[in-house]
């Protein structure tokens, strides 16, 4: 969320086929290195885990960044967790929903705590363009948890699949895909790259190349990974509510740019979130004993 601001120039296709590129290119060395293999049914999940997990849905989001601003789509995308969690256990049935509406709630009005002071609409928007902008983010906002959920039940029931190579067979499939479009992007009627622009300067490349590795090694190889590991070993209903982890870390890295501490209205909020999540874990806990007594 934080590279389409540092790189305004680029196009929101230029910035999500570099960072799934430079987690490619890190996949690629580890499966050199490796060698495993593995059955063609997996690798066809990852091919879909990498496209509606990935690069669909980093682009939506990008482009919904581009067109309302980074603070409304932050905002949006913190109910993400709610909307994993919720969308989990309608799939799954791990608790009784009871056992959550509270927690839920909890995390819900912190999220809104921390972020609705801080929306800031361009006047330069238009009506036509906010509202395409928010259709983006939420088809963005869907695609992930319906990939958060799938893959999850999917990894759960492949007991000999390991999250480490899962994730570098979807980095794989991401590298080969966003070859293939940095190849067919130049021969569509769309937006011009700003990369192929004689106006680009060294500067300008240089924080690209940076914000994308980054973004591709933390963003997506150590991110993917540790969301695999999360969602094979927790009950998707809590995974979910630990994604908030995302924007609390989000939210100390721009007090950290902006060098300023959190302002009281955040403090409550983050209390609120992690007291839900906190709620939350022991209850499973909690109905997971009984299940286990019974």
Request: proline share 4%; hydrophobic share 50%; glycine share 6%.
């Amino acid at each position: 969320m934080i590279c389409p601001v540092f790189a305004p120039e680029f196009t929101a296709v230029e910035i999500t086929l570099g960072r799934y590129f430079f987690y490619g290119v890190v996949c690629l060395g580890l499966w050199l290195r490796s060698r495993r293999s593995h059955s063609w049914t997996v690798w066809k999940m990852a091919l879909v885990f990498a496209l509606t997990g990935n690069l669909v849905y980093y682009g939506l989001e990008v482009v919904g960044v581009k067109m309302i601003g980074p603070s409304m789509v932050a905002l949006l995308f913190a109910i993400n967790p709610i909307c994993v969690c919720l969308y989990g256990n309608l799939k799954n049935k791990e608790i009784p929903f009871s056992l959550i509406v509270l927690p839920i709630i909890l995390v819900l009005t912190g999220i809104l705590v921390v972020h609705v002071n801080d929306i800031q609409i361009d006047p330069d928007i238009s009506q036509s363009q906010f509202l395409i902008g928010m259709g983006f983010t939420i088809s963005s906002i869907a695609m992930w948890a319906w990939y958060a959920v799938h893959n999850a039940r999917y990894l759960k029931n492949q007991t000999d699949l390991n999250p480490a190579d899962f994730n570098m067979i979807i980095g794989l499939w991401c590298l080969i895909l966003s070859l293939m479009s940095m190849a067919i992007v130049n021969f569509l009627p769309v937006e011009s790259m700003y990369l192929l622009s004689p106006e680009i300067t060294n500067q300008q490349l240089i924080w690209f190349l940076i914000a994308t590795a980054t973004l591709g090694l933390f963003g997506s190889y150590f991110g993917t990974f540790f969301w695999l590991r999360a969602s094979k070993m927790l009950p998707l209903t809590l995974a979910g509510q630990i994604i908030v982890a995302e924007t609390c870390s989000g939210l100390i890295y721009t007090y950290l740019n902006q060098q300023r501490f959190p302002r009281w209205y955040e403090l409550v909020g983050f209390v609120l979130v992690i007291g839900g999540v906190l709620i939350s874990i022991r209850k499973v806990q909690q109905y997971q004993a009984q299940l286990a007594n019974a």
